[in-house]
């Protein structure tokens, strides 16, 4: 149904450790910038990161610099987003996003296809 599908929420003691997975459904991104976004309970939509792989290049938020690395397997055509050291304030709809370009920046507008979310809960 979806173009993107992100599994691999869950809930997780602060702390702990969590991998993020999207993949393609449908059709293939080959090609495309992929980023993550998370939107907290009352919360406008946060940029975590985003890799190209035709550059190539990763961009950070700086909340989650050191803690999560974004990565891309483009045989399976899917991107990762592994956290670590996960603390409350990662709580949120974790969103995988696709640039048909190169973008990698943090505006959500930028990005032509998304995910439905999976959630993620650090509890304390």
């Known amino acids: 149904q979806e173009q993107l599908v992100e599994s691999g929420g869950g809930l997780v003691q602060a702390g702990g450790s969590l991998r993020l997975s999207c993949a393609a459904s449908g059709r293939t991104f080959s090609g495309y910038s992929m980023g993550w976004f998370r939107q907290a309970r009352g919360k406008d939509r946060e940029f975590v990161a985003a890799i190209s792989s035709t550059v190539p290049a990763t961009n950070y938020a700086d909340s989650v610099k050191g803690r999560f690395t974004i990565s891309i397997d483009n045989v399976k055509n899917t991107v990762y987003l592994q956290m670590t050291s996960l603390n409350p304030e990662d709580t949120a709809v974790y969103y995988c996003?696709?640039?048909?370009?190169?973008?990698?920046?943090?505006?959500?507008?930028?990005?032509?296809?998304w995910g439905q979310g999976t959630q993620v809960t650090v509890s304390s």
């Open positions: 996003a696709a640039d048909r370009g190169s973008y990698i920046g943090p505006w959500a507008g930028e990005y032509d296809y």
